[in-house]
């Protein structure tokens, strides 16, 4: 079963960058290239939101607006791993970071922002918090 570790979280203050990584591994009948990938977060009381997500085949991105412009999400297939680089962070981007994948690639690519309930295959969060 697919395995997805996110890391790379901690604490910053507002303005300030963090980059993400989620390492995927446990690939069964499938490559790393033939998933899709996506961010999400979840703050203290609110719901789950996508914030972005990517094409491992062909790098293809999406961007939920209060993200895009600021950050970029982005793949290493030869580590099995994709990255969120997030800059000019603001207070409200405070939240547990964590990253998904689907085989459903075409339909994923459609979803802006990502939606939770296309992905099968989650890691465990990050947490990120950005002081005002």
């Known amino acids: 079963e697919v395995q997805l570790q996110a890391s790379g979280g901690g604490l910053v203050q507002a303005g300030e960058s963090l980059r993400l990584s989620c390492a995927a591994s446990?690939?069964?009948?499938?490559?790393?290239?033939?998933?899709?990938i996506g961010w999400f977060r979840q703050a203290p009381g609110k719901e789950r939101e996508g914030v972005a997500c990517?094409?491992?085949?062909?790098?293809?991105?999406c961007y939920s607006d209060s993200v895009k412009g600021r950050f970029t999400i982005s793949r290493d297939s030869a580590k099995n791993t994709v990255y969120l680089q997030m800059n000019s962070l603001k207070p409200e981007d405070t939240a547990v970071y964590y990253c998904?994948?689907?085989?459903?690639?075409?339909?994923?690519?459609?979803?802006?922002?990502?939606?939770?309930?296309?992905?099968?295959?989650w890691g465990q969060g990050t947490q990120v918090t950005v002081s005002s």
């Open positions: 446990g690939f069964t009948g499938f490559t790393f290239d033939e998933y899709g």
């Open positions: 998904a994948a689907d085989l459903s690639v075409e339909t994923l690519m459609k979803l802006i922002p990502p939606v939770r309930y296309e992905y099968d295959y």
């Open positions: 990517i094409s491992l085949s062909d790098g293809s991105t």
